[in-house]
């Protein structure tokens, strides 16, 4: 007979958990806040964002105003919430690399929908449909073809991609009105934060909670510290990972629901490269490649990080042709110091002989 999983309050005792944001023990103990706090994975990203602004605004006071900081936010907020539903894949030792292209074809699939003269906000919901639909659609080629995800996806970014293309000949398809409810509110700002930016904290809200506090959360990081044991203690995992590209696809939509509305138009070559910036986002956030822990906060700050990189390249007006050298640098940088603050930790926490 099969043990049954334990349930989500039972991840602070497990050491394959992966808790987000911190270590665990067989016996729970309490930390003053200052150590939870300083022991988050992702407190190195956020200290190199606030270093990184202030460096940026020392040179160009302009860059610390509160609506070119705000601008920097909704800015990142399309990888951004790609790179949330990636910090889930990532737990398991997964990747989708057609998130990119399932942004362009959501983003596509809204717009067209809209033309069609349905309202927007029914096309926005239909259009997240269309995303879970291109996410679930990598799991079974993950599942009954026993391709591994980095094959499927790398087949369906292409796939997807070309679909887009194709279907839009290659030009821009316009959304919803700029006098529709839909693009006032997306297109707007809420307290000076675009739209898209304030999702991103609702959606990091959300996915910190569910990875966090449910079972589906604990089963991701138990499949990724240990895929065998999680399947002899009868976690379902090709169900789990199932529904983890699903949600992965469902943020793509999101994200091209968000794009829409707030740009006024659908590009078939929107979100090119997005797939690597979002995995990029989220293991410099402090979700770790070999699967097992992941940080949903680390992801998005990850993200806001590379938006951050690429304004400051435009204030010192550096060439475009070194964009993507300078974003390169910084991911290589900042993966370098995770790994090595990462095995300083291993070998201060092991026992002394």
């Not at 989500?8 to 958990?17: I, L, V």
């Not at 091209?256 to 690597?276: K, R």
Request: aromatic share 6%; glycine share 12%; hydrophobic share 50%.
């Amino acid at each position: 007979m099969k043990a049954t999983a334990p349930t989500p309050a039972d991840t602070e005792q497990s050491p394959a958990a992966g808790v987000e944001g911190g270590s665990t023990a067989s016996t729970p103990r309490r930390k003053n806040p200052l150590s939870a706090v300083l022991g988050q994975d992702y407190l190195g990203v956020a200290i190199a964002i606030v270093a990184l602004v202030l460096f940026i605004g020392a040179f160009h006071p302009r860059f610390l105003e509160a609506d070119q900081l705000a601008s920097v936010l909704g800015n990142a907020a399309y990888i951004g919430v790609l790179a949330c539903g990636m910090a889930f894949l990532l737990a398991m030792r997964e990747l989708d690399l057609s998130v990119g292209s399932i942004f362009a074809v959501s983003a596509l699939a809204c717009a067209t929908i809209i033309q069609a003269g349905i309202n927007p906000w029914i096309a926005a919901i239909l259009t997240l449909g269309v995303g879970a639909v291109l996410g679930l659609n990598n799991a079974l080629l993950i599942r009954v073809v026993a391709l591994p995800s980095i094959v499927a996806t790398l087949a369906t970014l292409a796939l997807y991609r070309g679909f887009g293309l194709a279907f839009s000949e290659g030009r821009q398809i316009i959304g919803a009105p700029l006098d529709h409810s839909f693009t006032k509110i997306i297109g707007g700002s809420v307290l000076g934060v675009p739209f898209p930016g304030l999702m991103l904290i609702v959606v990091v809200v959300i996915l910190t909670i569910i990875l966090r506090l449910t079972t589906f959360g604990y089963r991701v990081r138990s499949i990724g510290s240990n895929p065998e044991a999680a399947e002899f203690s009868g976690i379902p995992v090709h169900r789990v990972r199932t529904q983890a590209f699903v949600l992965t696809g469902l943020l793509g939509g999101l994200a091209g629901v968000l794009s829409v509305g707030y740009l006024g138009s659908a590009d078939p070559n929107t979100g090119t490269g997005y797939e690597l910036q979002a995995i990029a986002a989220a293991v410099i956030g402090g979700t770790a490649l070999a699967g097992g822990r992941a940080t949903v906060i680390g992801a998005a700050l990850g993200a806001i990080l590379l938006g951050v990189v690429g304004t400051g390249l435009a204030y010192f007006r550096v060439p475009i042709q070194w964009n993507q050298f300078a974003l390169g640098a910084v991911i290589l940088l900042a993966v370098t110091l995770d790994s090595f603050v990462r095995s300083r930790r291993r070998r201060s926490s092991r026992p002394a002989l």
